[in-house]
T-cell receptor
Framework: GNSVTQMEGPVTLSEEAFLTINCTYTATGYPSLFWYVQYPGEGLQLLLKATKADDKGSNKGFEATYRKETTSFHLEKGSVQVSDSAVYFCALLTGGFKTIFGAGTRLFVKA | DVKVTQSSRYLVKRTGEKVFLECVQDMDHENMFWYRQDPGLGLRLIYFSYDVKMKEKGDIPEGYSVSREKKERFSLILESASTNQTSMYLC??????????????FGPGTRLTVT
């Protein structure tokens, strides 16, 4: 079946450090891939998405590239800020209605 | 901007009570979803609806039911609340159609405590 695996947290970084959160997936067909972010006390919101192989999604300095050959969609940011502290969820959608979410990775950024 | 609102941010109920969680979206989305979020378990889909009066079970429907009488409103019902239903409940909506890569828009969540 379809599944998403992302690195366990928490991830703790100092401000201005480079961020990578790994995400790999298993899916039949050609899924669309998403990163959602959940700030403390809020629901999830879309951070970025990619709908086909080699697409790069980007938003707010975050980037992720859809790699079909490695079934990966790793999230990166060159310089994190304290305000980036949140939980990040990788997700996939393969036709139908059901989005499959990873378990989430909590990020703490220290000033 | 899409807005998904949930009727309560925090709710405390007693075991055995019937509990209604309401969700309203204002962007004419076809699809609506209810999830519960628990530490270490991520998001788990309870029910979803792809049209008015249509519903499908998700991964953990036991102990829950849903109602969608109007397109903008999707209600989650706990028929007889139990302590293991203490959780954060998230509602979401998205555009419809099988061909679309449509992201979901989430409400702020309802933290339900059953005592």
């Amino acid at each position: 079946g379809n599944s998403v695996t992302q690195m366990e947290g928490p991830v703790t970084l100092s401000e201005e450090a480079f961020l990578t959160i790994n995400c790999t997936y298993t899916a039949t067909g050609y899924p669309s891939l998403f990163w959602y972010v959940q700030y403390p006390g809020e629901g999830l919101q879309l951070l970025l998405k990619a709908t086909k192989a080699d697409d790069k999604g980007s938003n707010k300095g975050f980037e992720a590239t859809y790699r079909k050959e490695t079934t990966s969609f790793h999230l990166e940011k060159g310089s994190v800020q304290v305000s980036d502290s949140a939980v990040y969820f990788c997700a996939l959608l393969t036709g139908g209605f059901k989005t499959i979410f990873g378990a989430g990775t909590r990020l703490f950024v220290k000033a | 901007d899409v807005k998904v609102t949930q009727s309560s941010r925090y709710l405390v109920k007693r075991t055995g009570e019937k509990v209604f969680l309401e969700c309203v979206q204002d962007m004419d989305h076809e699809n609506m979803f209810w999830y519960r979020q628990d530490p270490g378990l991520g998001l788990r889909l309870i029910y979803f609806s792809y049209d008015v009066k249509m519903k499908e079970k998700g991964d953990i429907p036991e102990g829950y039911s849903v109602s969608r009488e109007k397109k903008e409103r999707f209600s989650l019902i706990l028929e007889s609340a139990s302590t293991n239903q203490t959780s954060m409940y998230l509602c979401a909506s998205s555009l419809g159609g099988l061909a679309g890569a449509y992201e979901q828009y989430f409400g702020p969540g309802t933290r339900l405590t059953v005592t």
